[in-house]
């Protein structure tokens, strides 16, 4: 079965530290690919980050970096240097093929509150 | 540009109403979906475009149906609404092909009484 596993329900971190979102998953596919998403308090969702199977190095987009390790099959999400505006809902998430078709398969998601 | 966009935002519908929640991009893209927001849940898949004429099934699709009206518009409509689906939903398109990023519109919170 193709799972995403977030183990944290909640996370605290003070202003300007590093903090890690942990994701595990789950799959037999050889090409897959991770995604991390932000849901603040006003509900959308905000893509991050993205990290293919076959990507040797880690993603990074700005203060966001993805800890790719494939024998372990993880994929956390590091925020450096955290933001006030960083609290809110992360979300891990699969890209999965089914039918010849791409589709996105999330795990349950991490809260994350930010404090000065 | 709008990017994805969904009316209405707030819906409260009796049981048995029906109700048709709509969906809109203008982004060119290829692929749309539709998921569904629980609380402790995560987002689930109820059906998915591949392209405009085509739509199928993901993993919640009970109690729905779906329209891919044209490239732009992919509707999602309760015929008999129930409370088990008091959720948030959120419409969601991808350019398709070797691009996977999705790209979320604001949400719809409907309340089914």
């Known amino acids: 079965a193709q799972k995403i596993t977030q183990t944290q329900p909640g996370m605290f971190v003070q202003e300007k530290e590093a903090v890690t979102l942990d994701c595990t998953y789950d799959?037999?596919?050889?090409?897959?690919?991770l995604f991390w998403y932000k849901q603040p308090s006003s509900g959308e969702m905000i893509f991050l980050i993205y990290q293919g199977s076959y990507d040797e190095q880690n993603a990074t987009e700005g203060r966001y970096s993805l800890n790719f390790q494939k024998a372990r099959k993880s994929a956390n999400l590091v925020i450096s240097a955290s933001q006030l505006g960083d609290s809110a809902m992360y979300f891990c998430?699969?890209?999965?093929?089914?039918?010849?078709?791409?589709?996105?398969?999330f795990g349950t998601g991490t809260r994350l509150l930010v404090s000065p | 540009n709008a990017g994805v966009t969904q009316t209405p935002k707030f819906q409260v519908l009796k049981t048995g109403q029906s109700m048709t929640l709509q969906c809109a991009q203008d982004?060119?893209?290829?692929?749309m979906y539709w998921y569904r927001q629980d609380p402790g849940m995560g987002l689930r898949l109820i059906y998915y475009s591949a392209s405009e004429g085509t739509t199928d099934k993901g993993e919640v699709p009970n109690g729905y149906n779906v329209s891919r009206l044209n490239k732009r518009e992919f509707s999602l409509r309760l015929e008999s609404a129930a409370p088990s689906q008091t959720s948030v939903y959120f419409c969601?398109?991808?350019?398709?092909?070797?691009?996977?990023?999705?790209?979320f519109g604001p949400g719809t919170r409907l309340t089914v009484t």
């Open positions: 799959t037999s596919d050889q090409s897959y690919g």
């Open positions: 982004m060119n893209h290829n692929s």
């Open positions: 998430a699969m890209r999965v093929m089914n039918t010849g078709f791409q589709k996105l398969v």
């Open positions: 969601a398109s991808s350019p398709g092909g070797t691009s996977y990023e999705q790209y």
